[in-house]
């Protein structure tokens, strides 16, 4: 049914910039909220970004306000997460997920869909 697949992580300095990309394959993207999620080895899997149907609304996690901006094509079914100014507590397996809503929202319970993540590594 849905199908998401991210690309674009890899390596960075820091201070350096990296757009992740998910393209879904699932019918009805432009109806549904996206976000993006991330874990670092050791920690718990925490929120980074959310952008709700029509992307009119976003949300971000503090440790990226200012710095990370998601943004989202439903024409083309992809959502972006754009990372500036790149830290070394950055580093970490970012994944796609697609909602259960059309709001933006933080909480990871209300993700119906998973991507199978990206590598983003920081180095100072």
């Known amino acids: 049914q849905v199908q998401l697949v991210e690309s674009g992580g890899g390596l960075a300095q820091a201070g350096g910039s990296l757009r992740l990309s998910c393209a879904a394959s699932g019918r009805a993207f432009s109806h549904y909220a996206m976000g993006w999620f991330r874990q670092a080895p050791g920690k718990a899997r925490e929120s980074v970004a959310s952008i709700s149907w029509n992307g009119g609304v976003t949300s971000y996690a503090a440790s990226v306000k200012g710095r990370f901006t998601i943004s989202r094509d439903n024409v083309k079914n992809t959502v972006y997460l754009q990372m500036n100014r790149q830290e070394t507590e950055d580093t970490a397996v970012y994944y796609c997920?697609?909602?259960?809503?059309?709001?933006?929202?933080?909480?990871?319970?209300?993700?119906?869909?998973w991507g199978q993540g990206t590598q983003v590594t920081v180095s100072s």
């Open positions: 997920a697609w909602s259960s809503g059309a709001i933006a929202a933080l909480a990871t319970s209300l993700y119906q869909y």
